[in-house]
């Protein structure tokens, strides 16, 4: 199909779904360039060795999944004309989100409780890039919250409906997106620092 085909609506959609995917493409080359640096950086003498990962990083993918279960089912919800299921799908999605960045700051406090800092005497290199990696997520986890927001308000303003739902399924998806994108940084910093 070309792109320019169809109404102005449906070439609205595709735009708005392209920048995304464009925004979601950075993202992963920013990302790369951060577990690329780590790496490298794995052959440092002063690399960190046999650090373990936080429980609380751990307890992070299990809320991070749960949330975007909850988002699916609301998106189900909303096609099924199911609007009472649909809020509080995504009022839990917005709670979880909430509760992983809290797992994030608690898997903060497990590592300076380890004694290692972000900066200072007794940082590292290793514990720097833990920090900086999974702070850099923590904001996109917040950008999906803005997002998911955004269109919590639009659903209480019932501007989405089992046909028209755009904001909704753009929020999911880059929702999932960073979902995802916790899960493999999780298991790079698990195997690979």
Not at 22 to 33: N, R, Y
Not at 177 to 183: E, N, R
Request: one cysteine or more.
């Amino acid at each position: 199909m070309d792109l320019t085909e169809g109404t102005l609506e449906e070439k609205n959609k595709r735009a708005k779904h392209m920048m995304l995917w464009f925004g979601i493409i950075s993202l992963i080359m920013s990302f790369a360039g951060l577990t690329s640096a780590v790496l490298v950086s794995r052959k440092r003498e002063d690399w960190l060795q046999n650090f373990e990962i936080p429980d609380a990083f751990l307890m992070s993918c299990i809320i991070i999944v749960a949330s975007s279960v909850t988002f699916i089912i609301a998106k189900r919800a909303l096609k099924a004309n199911n609007r009472g299921l649909t809020t509080a799908m995504l009022l839990v999605t917005f709670g979880l989100g909430i509760w992983f960045i809290i797992s994030q700051f608690q898997g903060f406090k497990e590592i300076v409780d380890s004694g290692y800092y972000f900066t200072g005497e007794t940082s590292n290199v290793t514990m720097s890039f833990i920090y900086i990696i999974a702070f850099v997520h923590i904001l996109h986890v917040v950008a999906g919250l803005l997002s998911l927001l955004i269109v919590i308000y639009n659903h209480f303003k019932q501007k989405y409906t089992a046909t028209e739902m755009l904001g909704l399924e753009l929020s999911a998806t880059f929702w999932h997106f960073v979902d995802i994108l916790w899960i493999f940084l999780f298991l790079f910093l698990t195997f690979f620092v």
